[in-house]
Structure formats: C-alpha cells, structure tokens
C-alpha cells in the first residue's frame, strides 16, 4: 500500500506546481549570469550591456553575431523583413568602438563624436565611419561616438586620456537630435549648462542603494548584469514569435512604417521620421550653440568638424512609390542649419545632398545606403560620409587649424 | 500586486505561506493574514491602507456594540452610522466625479449655467468589495444571523484576507467564520493539492484562455473605422468568454489560495452560460455579488412579496444598483437596467418560456446575456451603440487578419464554458497524468508572467 502512495503524492499537484515555481526561478537565476550575446538580436544590445556610466559601451569586448538583425524588424516585430548579416563589434578598453590598440597606439589625430550613426550600428568593425574615414585620409580616427551630447570637458577629458595635443573634433549632428528628449533637455537648459555640473541623478532604485550601502560599487557592479532577466527576454521572444498576425496580433505592428521603395522594395521607417518635416523646425540655435562649442574646443587645440547626417526618411522620400506630404517648409532642416554655421563661420559638412544623390543612383541598380530593416546607414552609405569629409581634408589639419567649410 | 504576477508567485506567496504555517496559534495567524493583505493591498498605494483601516475599525466597534447594547435604539446606531461611512467612501471615492459630471450634462441640457469642477480622485482599488464585506458584517451582526468578534485580528484578517481582498469573492463573515475560528487546527497537506488546483486551472483560464482572446479582440474595438459584421459578432462573443474566463479565473485562484491557508471560499460562477433563463443566469454568474444584492436590497425592499408593480420596481432598482456597483459610468446603469427588464420579461413568460426546448432556452439566454456585454464593456454610448449598429445592421468589410486564430480559441473557450464541468464541480484528485498536464499549462502561464505578459484582472476596475 505504501508505493502508490508515495508515488501519488509525488505527482500530486501540491507537489509540482511549487516545483514548477522553484525550478523557473532557479532558471532565472542560473540565466542571469549568461552574457547578453546569447539573447541579443543584434551587437548593440550585447555591447551596451554592463558598461560603465559615462561611455557608451562595456570595454574590451568583442560582439560576433552571424544573423543579426535591424533595430526597426525589430521593433515593428517583423521577421518576414529581417535582412540577416555578420556583425563584429569590438570596443577598446576605454569602452568606445575601437580596435583594441587604438586606445593605446599614438594619439589620434581625429576625434569623431556623434549617434549611433557615427558609432557604426549594424556594420562590421572596418566599415564604421571612424576606420573608412581613416583608410581614406591617411590618419588616425578614434571613434567616440555613442552619446547626443557631450560637454566640452567631457572631450577634453577624453582627448587628454588619449594624449591628444591637437586636431580635430568631428561632432555628427542627427537631423532627428529632436526627438530625444535628453537633447531637448539640453536645448532647455541652454548652453551653459555644460560647463557646470550634470544636474543630479535621479535616485537610484532601493536595491542598488542597498547594495552601495554594504558593499560599494564593486557589489553594485556584480548586481547590475544579473538584474536583467534573460528567462524574460527569452520568454517575450518566444511569445512575439506567436504575435505574427496570423494567430495573434502584433501589437507592435503600428510602431514601424513599411513603405514601397520605387523599386519595388519594402523599406522600414519609425513612425515619427515621416512627420519630422510636417512641422516647423527652428535652427537659429544651432549657430552659437556650436560657435560656443569650437571656441571651447579650440583652447585645447582642437578644430571643430559639425557633420549634419540626413535621417533615413529625409533620404529615401522622394524614392517611395506612394508620394508623401510636402514638407511645410520649402528648405530642408539641415540646409537650413548648414546656412546659419557658414554664416557664423563654423566648419560645416552637410551630407544630405551627396547621400540624396548617391541613393537615387544606387536604388536604379537594387541597391540601398541605408540598411532596409534599420534606422541606420550602411556600410555603402557611411563610405559616402568618408568620401565627403575626406575631400574636406586630405589629410588631418594641423593643431589648432579649422578645416575647410566645404568638402 | 496581481495574482499573474513575478512579484506575488515568487515572493509573496512563498513568504506568505511558509510563515503562515510556522505559526501555532490562532492570534499569531490572524495577525499575519492581516498583515500580508495590507502589504499585499499597499503595493497599490500604501495610502489607502489607512482607509481601509479606517473602515475596517469603524465596522469592528459596531461590531462590539451589537455585542454591548441590547436596546434597539443603540444597536441601529451601530447598524446606520458604519454603514452609512462606509457608503460616503465609497460613494466619494468612486461616485463622486459621476455625479458631478452626470449633474453638468444634465444642466448642459437645460441651457443652466451650473458648472463644477471635476475633482482627481484616485479609485482605491478593491473598495467596492471590501466595503461590501463589512456591511454584509453590520447587517448580519445586527439581524442576529452572526455573532460579531470580539477578536480585533480575526475581524481585520477577514476584512483583509488577500485572496479575495480587490476583487472578490465577496465573502460574508458566516460563511468564513467557521473556518477562521479553526484557522489554529487547519491541514496543510490536505488542502495544498486542492489549493494549487483551484489555483492553477484559474490562472490558466486567465493568462492562456482570456489574455489570449484579449489579445485577440481589443484591436478590432479599437479600430477607428466601422466594425464589420460578422467581426462585431465575433468581437462580442470574444469578450463574451474572455470576461467569464477572467473573472472566474481570479476566483479560482481565489478559492485556490484561500485553500492553501486553510480557508474555504464560497463559489462565485457554476457555469453561467448554461443558464436557462436571466434569473437563472444570475444564480450562477457572480454569485457573492448577486446573492448579496438580493439578501441586503432586494429583499428589505419587499422582494417578490406585494404588489407586481413593487416587485417589478424592487428588481428594476436592485439591478441598477447592481449595475452601478461596477462602475461610475452610465453604460453600466444601462446594462444594469437591460438585465433588470429582461427579469422582468422573463417573470411574465415564464410558463411560456419554460415549454421551450432546453437548448433553445440555453441559446437564448446566452444571445441575451451577451448582448447585454456590449454596454458592459463599452467606453461610452457612441461606442455601444457603435458597436450594436455593426451587429444589426449589415456593414461590409474584411475581418480581422487573425480571425482563424480567434474563431480556434472561441471555439475551444466555448467548449469549456458550455460543455465542461466548472471548478466546484470537479473532485481535484489527478491522477499522475492529469496532474503532469496541469503542471505543463501552469509553467506556460509562469513564463508568460516571467516575460511581463500579464495584464490586469477586468473586475479589479470595480
């Protein structure tokens, strides 16, 4: 009599279902200490994982994913228009995209500042703007990119770290900078906010005051890989894959645009790049705010570069089979910025027109500049960005010179 | 904190229960129940903790009162005065703002100047049914049914008990007392696999059946376009069953976790789409509810007792008011009063109605009952009416992409809600098989929770 018992109570739901519980959170747990990599769609999620604050990505380590996708299949979870593609991704030890020995090699003779754009998001390691832009014109470029603001300490800083005595910043400046809030912030706060202290940090979440309480940061540091659940990623992975519209409906669906190129093509877009020209956009800040910024910059010996990089939308609007709005002003927004630093005196490059003309051709012969499933520009587009700014200068001014205001 | 949430399956149920059973004695246990369901309550807004503390105090000493005072003229002291605190929390906090604008509307009407301001008011969730609990407490105190505690802790973990604290059963002091005086002497191991049964079929009606069908429907009532159809049949049969396997589904869990602490919870749905008739639909669809409409309004207000013109007016009010009770719109009036009306039909064919075959009887009364759905989920009348329009009259258009995928889970939903056996009429005992399969819908459901796909219970908004 006593057997079946036993093997009754085992099976006995009193008993599985607190099994259930204690071996899905075992899992949890045993997850969180698997490196992003694994659970990553794509090298940026993986590299922005676990950095340090300040830098945009988590130092000497290398990203290698063989079927990575675009941000925007992403988002829009769209698998039918995932274009998949190797991606390497390698940050030096100061956590920026870098081969290693940049960081320690002699100073670079450039510094690229900017989006995600500028940081290579989607391409390999030697198609980034800072490695075709230093193949092109014979120099050295490190790539700081990663971050919409940066003060001019935070460059100095940056610059003295890497022993740069002189030469030149180049700061990319996105044509939709608009839409995060953190740069309206800073338009808010206006410019002399950057010479004085970050505002304060919003208060940090109870556990991690608890564990700065009793062990410092390096508890703190040991705690934050593991506060990402990877059970949860994999779990909303699993259950998007059932939100395909077939069985179920895929809510995130409305927050992706899936236009038709005139190719025939479909290419995505976020939502808000297509109504970015339906309103006024003000560019009269851009002039002292970046005469500000040079004359900073030059103190330290170093010229300023403002490179205006066209939003994917702006690029490919005249290229869809559907004809979209006019814009509400006749004159682009980055031509417009582009009128206001020349007149001001500020190096400018604005990439619009050769990247507008370079999609036209490219599209008659199938191909694009900007990846179709993502936000960014392709390795063909970023060669163009080097093209340009490498007709600007032959090769890097000497220090304290300002470049040229055209290509 | 809800039932389909990280948070309660992995630290505060655990919690709750290991400690609740390292207690010996009865104040040791009702002292904890009382504090898990404050801190259960407070991950809402700690705030209204005091509230409830304030009307769970208040119904305690009328408690006593009953117990201390003979004299007829003291004792409906402490039957008006808790009461009638009771009812001005609640009717400031979830009525306050309705009748305001109700009041503006109307004086919109009448071309009247009359203006006031809305005030933000923050609905503290589950005030509806806790108030409930301590009136019922009042009334039964006061007409003798129960004896009142004099244990403060046993009266405030009965206020208080999690399990059925935001969004019911609405459970009267009788039926858990019992229970509560044996709390000390209650079997762990008896129960716990009834417990996890009522638990686990419970939250897979509600994470797999009706998030699923939620998921399923509320894109095409959002559509900004006209519904077509055959959709707006679709749409209303999809919250049909997702509304009857939400709600049901919380109270199994409920029932479940009332089990695993050694009480018994009463039952709250036997299958009401099988219901014969509109009064029969109400004995089986939110039973602690209807039968608390019926036992502290429907009754003292003379009942089926009288003149037909009071029994008609007595069912029509207690129906409105039930209505009401779900919530400050006037959508729920109507619905509130649509149902009435069908009582009222129903009482007249009744003879008639009962010749006609069972099934017809089922057919209709579930047509009926899910008409009456539309006002209960719409926004607003433009969208009632929207929506009733779309199934009354022929208007084309495509269906939803997932429509095959939708008429699957109706299909499979509508087996379960018509043809199969509801929770209290199932024995619990799985044989190893059974019991596996549960444990395999109960992991889906955790990983579903796991990755944040959890979405609110519908009543906890009454």
């Known amino acids: ?407 | 904190m809800l039932f389909n949430s990280g948070i309660f399956l992995f630290a505060f149920l655990p919690i709750a229960y290991l400690v609740f059973w390292q207690l010996k004695t009865k104040q040791q246990r009702y002292v904890w129940l009382t504090i898990t369901g404050y801190v259960f309550y407070s991950f809402w807004n700690y705030k209204f903790c005091a509230l409830m503390a304030f009307s769970t105090m208040v119904s305690y000493v009328a408690g006593l009162g009953f117990l201390k005072w003979k004299d007829p003229h003291r004792r409906r002291l402490c039957l008006v005065i808790p009461i009638a605190v009771d009812l001005l929390l609640l009717g400031f906090f979830k009525y306050a703002n309705f009748v305001v604008e109700s009041a503006e509307t109307i004086a919109k009407w009448a071309d009247s100047p009359f203006h006031a301001a809305t005030m933000s008011i923050i609905l503290p969730v589950g005030i509806s049914f806790y108030t409930f609990h301590t009136i019922t407490y009042i009334v039964d105190s006061y007409r003798g049914t129960i004896k009142p505690t004099r244990n403060f802790f046993e009266f405030t973990a009965y206020v208080s008990l999690f399990s059925q604290l935001v969004a019911g059963p609405i459970v009267r002091f009788r039926q858990i007392e019992g229970d509560l005086e044996n709390i000390d002497h209650a079997n762990r191991w008896g129960a716990r696999s009834i417990g996890w049964s009522y638990f686990i079929i419970g939250m897979v009606k509600k994470v797999l059946i009706a998030d699923t069908i939620a998921s399923m429907i509320n894109p095409g009532l959002h559509a900004d376009h006209p519904i077509p159809t055959a959709t707006a049949w679709l749409l209303t049969l999809g919250y049909t069953y997702q509304l009857y396997f939400d709600f049901s589904g919380y109270s199994d869990m409920a029932v479940g976790l009332g089990h695993l602490f050694g009480l018994r919870l009463p039952q709250n749905f036997n299958s009401p789409y099988k219901a014969l008739n509109v009064g029969d639909f109400w004995h089986r669809w939110h039973i602690s509810l209807s039968s608390c409409l019926r036992d502290y309004l429907y009754i003292p207000m003379g009942g089926g007792r009288g003149p037909l013109w009071k029994v008609n007016r007595n069912l029509l009010i207690t129906m409105l008011l039930g209505g009401l009770w779900h919530g400050a719109n006037w959508t729920f009036v109507v619905w509130g009063a649509y149902h009435g009306l069908l009582l009222l039909v129903h009482r007249m064919i009744a003879p008639s109605w009962e010749r006609l075959p069972v099934v017809v009887q089922r057919a209709a009364t579930f047509l009926l009952v899910m008409i009456g759905w539309v006002f209960f989920r719409s926004d607003n009348f433009g969208m009632a009416f929207g929506w009733l329009h779309s199934m009354f009259c022929w208007v084309p258009g495509s269906g939803l992409p997932w429509e095959a995928g939708l008429l699957a889970m109706l299909a499979a939903a509508g087996a379960i809600a018509h043809l199969g056996r509801n929770t209290f009429e199932l024995r619990h005992e799985w044989n190893p098989w059974s019991s596996l399969g549960l444990a395999v819908l109960f992991t889906a459901c955790v990983m579903q929770v796991v990755g944040g796909q959890w979405t609110p219970f519908l009543y906890f908004q009454f």
């Open chain 1, 1 to 407: 009599m006593a057997k079946p018992l036993k093997t009754k109570s085992r099976w006995q739901l009193g008993t599985l279902a607190p099994v259930v519980l204690i071996l899905v959170a075992a899992a949890d747990v045993a997850l969180r200490f698997l490196p992003m990599d694994f659970v990553s769609f794509r090298a940026w999620e993986a590299m922005e994982f676990n950095r340090v604050e300040g830098v945009p990505f988590q130092a000497s380590k290398v990203y290698h994913g063989s079927r990575c996708f675009g941000d925007l299949a992403n988002m829009g979870n769209l698998p039918a228009q995932r274009h998949y593609r190797a991606e390497t991704f390698t940050s030096d030890r100061y956590g920026f995209r870098n081969p290693p020995e940049m960081a320690d090699g002699p100073a670079p003779e450039v510094l690229l500042m900017g989006t995600s754009y500028s940081v290579g998001a989607g391409v390999n390691d030697d198609e980034t703007l800072s490695a075709q832009l230093g193949r092109l014109a014979q120099c050295r470029v490190y790539n700081a990119a990663g971050s919409l603001v940066k003060t001019p300490e935070e460059i100095r800083s940056l610059a003295q770290r890497l022993h740069m005595k002189s030469g030149i910043v180049i700061y990319e400046f996105l044509e939709g900078h608009f839409v995060y809030p953190e740069f309206q912030d800073f338009l808010k706060k206006q410019y002399p906010w950057l010479v004085r202290p970050p505002p304060p940090e919003a208060p940090k979440p109870v556990i991690d005051r608890v564990l700065l309480r009793v062990g410092g940061t390096n508890l703190l540091a040991t705690w934050q890989p593991l506060s990402i659940s990877r059970l949860q990623i994999v779990s909303q992975q699993l259950y998007r894959k059932l939100e395909n519209d077939r069985f179920l409906p895929n809510p995130k669906r409305a927050d992706i645009l899936v236009k038709k190129l005139s190719n025939g093509e479909e290419m995505l877009f976020e939502p808000w790049e297509a109504v970015m020209d339906q309103q006024p956009r003000d560019p009269s800040w851009a002039a002292p705010y970046w005469s500000w910024l040079a004359q900073e910059l030059r103190k330290d010996n170093l010229a300023l570069l403002v490179l205006l990089v066209p939003q994917k939308y702006t690029i490919y609007k005249p290229l869809l089979q559907e004809p979209a709005p006019p814009a509400v002003e006749p004159t682009g927004y980055l031509e417009r910025i582009e009128a206001e630093l020349r007149k001001a005196g500020v190096p400018v490059v604005n990439l619009t027109a050769p990247i507008s003309a370079e999609a036209r051709a490219r599209l008659a012969h199938g191909e694009t500049i900007y990846f179709p499933d993502d936000s960014h520009w392709n390795a063909a587009g970023i060669s163009i960005a080097a093209q340009v700014i490498t007709n600007v200068f032959a090769k890097p001014a000497p220090a304290g010179a300002t470049p040229a205001a055209h290509p």
